[in-house]
């Protein structure tokens, strides 16, 4: 798995179920919000893997979790 589908809620990201999470790693210049509608990241992005915010309709592999 190389990447994982995160949301950014407000000024919180957040993992796609809604929790949050307070690690960041973002690559050189990222956040940027290119074109003003990158509201998602990918991680383990290029050959630093580091975050990059993308695009959310843009298809990634994503990580599921499920409450125990």
Do not use: I
């Amino acid at each position: 798995m190389d990447r994982a589908l995160m949301h950014k809620r407000r000024t919180q990201w957040t993992w796609s179920d809604g929790s949050p999470f307070n690690y960041l790693n973002w690559c050189g210049g990222e956040p940027n919000n290119a074109g003003g509608n990158q509201h998602c990241l990918q991680v383990n992005h290029g050959a630093e893997k580091c975050w990059d915010d993308y695009q959310c309709n843009t298809r990634k592999p994503s990580v599921c979790v499920k409450k125990a």
